[in-house]
């Protein structure tokens, strides 16, 4: 064998390791070496890594990564996490929700002695996405996980069509939250583990601080010793900065602000394309891109409910069981 | 409970391992060659559908060797996976012989 073709089995090799590092840990600890066996016998012709092979290995990769979380055997850390998202992502679409159909507002005004319209809220558009989060909320806090993830569903596909306004980056965020909600309740071990981990006091302070930061962000009334406009927003995303530090702390902590920061994709996006003063919305393209990505992610969630669903009816038990069960493992209730 | 019918890479899987223990590269020459060179299992394919039929019970890890330094891992059939292979085999054997039955029928102008 020539010291060429020798480089040559040993960078193919080195790419297919780059590749293998992809699987989870506990696949690569038992496959690793064995799975590169495979790869350098099959190799075409021995030296050169493949487009096939490359999209085969890291759709194999992904295959095994999601059924691992849908079957409750994957990384604890992003379970435990998942399960926290589980009960902080209805607080947010409930605290959202509260601020954008400006009841958070009324309710401000009524407690300065300024009433409105009581049915106001009747004849806005907006009542499904107040009442249903608040339903969302009922639910997680009775650890009903089927439940809610399907009504979390529901909403993310009732935000998605009714919302008249569907290329605007709040629509988008809201449908990526309303996803994220929908994969989080929809996995083991659900919102009654993510409720263990935050416990009630911080699961309370976690809400009382959404409908402080949408009171901020969405209550028109000016408040003493807190700015106004451009500078009140300043506020809001320096508190914001400072929860996420806090959060980055621990290392489920870390793996809810990763995931939290999907839904704030389109403000970033948003930024990129803003044009001039006043709402801003996204450009024709990024429209496209917004919907894509919430279609996607919709189409996620149905999956991975369907995989749950399969899989209690076949009766396999493992993801199916009581929801707890991997969280019980490891903390007892 | 109704099964699922298999999907192809999962029947040609256990197709060879019904064969015996074999390892990973064997049950990519023997699938492709089983299935008349038609399909072509590639690693991530395969490594993915091992896990799934191993944690469904259908396959476990038989033994493993070194050879040429590289390990080998054997895989086989358990209980379950020879009656669900078995299960599967029936099933497509009856759905092809009322295929044929019928093309019979229409005087094999198909």
Redesign the interface.
Known sequence: MSGSTVSGADVLARRYRWLLALYPLAHRRLHREEMLGVLLASAEDGRRLGLADAADLIGGALRIRFRSVARGSGDPRWRDALAVLGVVAPLLLLAEGLGTSDALGVAIRAARGSFEDPFWLVYSWWWPFIAGPAVLVVLVLLSLRRTAATLALVLTAAHTVMIPSPGSIGTAMWVLLGGLATVALALPPGPRRGLEILGWWRTALIGVGALVLAALLYGDPSFKGVPNGQGRIELVFKLVAVIGAACLLTPVGRRVVALLVIPAIPLFAGDLVESGVGPVWLDGPGQREALLFGSALLVLCVIAIAAQWRRHRQGTGRAGGPDIRPGNRDTPA | ?TLRPLQEPTFLILTSLAAGPQ???AI?TDAEQVSGGRVRL???????AL??LC??GLVEIGG?EVVDG????YYRLTHAGTERLAAEAAHLRSNAAVATRRLGLAGGAA
């Open positions: 409970m390892h990973g590269y990519m590639r690693a991530g394919t395969l490594y993915a896990d799934r944690a469904d493993e590289r390990l080998r891992r």
